[in-house]
């Protein structure tokens, strides 16, 4: 290691970052072309506008962050820095004490799996996978809000970003219901019932 070079944080994760981005491009660029190439499968706008939000949210939120780093750290698969440590500790240390759930910066560190996995089965042409998607979308927007209560607790409300997400995250699922329940009801599946009742038990049980 040469003289200046800094000691790795622990927050390094370029592959995962490039590997996550790569990924949820092919996935958009799948889902546009076969729609456009089967009508069957064409959507309305609002639900490509709906799926986009949700799409740069999800990808965004594990880069921004170094989501995959943290993760795999509390994983117990490497990453490990004072970066990552810091991150762990102070999860711990706030969320987990308020929430009282053990091994808080993992079940944290979850999300960053997630949110991946959101943007890139939203666009697949396949109605079981839009129904996990944003299934999922609602319990990360639910999950985010988590940290309201906490950032109160810790004398830390006026952060917006819990607040923000929840908000995005729960709007793009709840508004797929009913083009999720209606594409359901025309190829004549049951599965129209699974996203309603599914984000209904989510938020009751929040």
């Known amino acids: 290691m040469e003289a200046n070079s800094a000691p790795p944080s622990g927050h390094e994760q370029t592959p995962a970052a490039l590997i996550s981005l790569s990924v949820t491009v092919a996935a958009v660029v799948y889902g546009c072309i076969y729609r456009q190439q089967y009508p069957e ?6 639900v490509y506008v709906v799926t986009g939000i949700q799409t740069l949210l999800a990808t965004l939120l594990p880069v921004a962050y170094p989501g995959f780093a943290c993760f795999a750290y509390t994983a117990g698969l490497g990453s490990d820095g004072p970066g990552t440590r810091f ?12 929430l009282g759930i053990p091994r808080m910066a993992f079940v944290d560190h979850l999300m960053f799996v997630l949110a991946p996995l959101v943007s890139v ?17 609602c319990l990360c927007g639910l999950y985010m809000g988590l940290w309201i ?21 729960s709007a793009c699922s709840l508004a797929r219901v009913p083009d999720i329940t209606a594409s359901c009801t025309a190829s004549g599946r049951w599965c129209g019932v699974v996203l309603p009742a599914f984000d209904a038990a989510a938020g009751v049980l929040a």
């Not at 991150?87 to 308020?98: A, P, R």
């Open 87 to 98: 991150e762990s500790f102070y999860i711990e240390t706030t969320m987990g004490m308020v």
């Open 41 to 46: 499968y064409q959507q309305s706008v609002y």
């Open 121 to 137: 089965l939203a666009w697949m042409p396949c109605l079981p996978c839009q129904i996990v998607a944003s299934a999922l979308a």
């Open 149 to 169: 209560p906490t950032n109160t607790a810790t004398n830390n409300s006026a952060d917006p970003a819990p607040w923000i997400m929840l908000a995005v995250f």
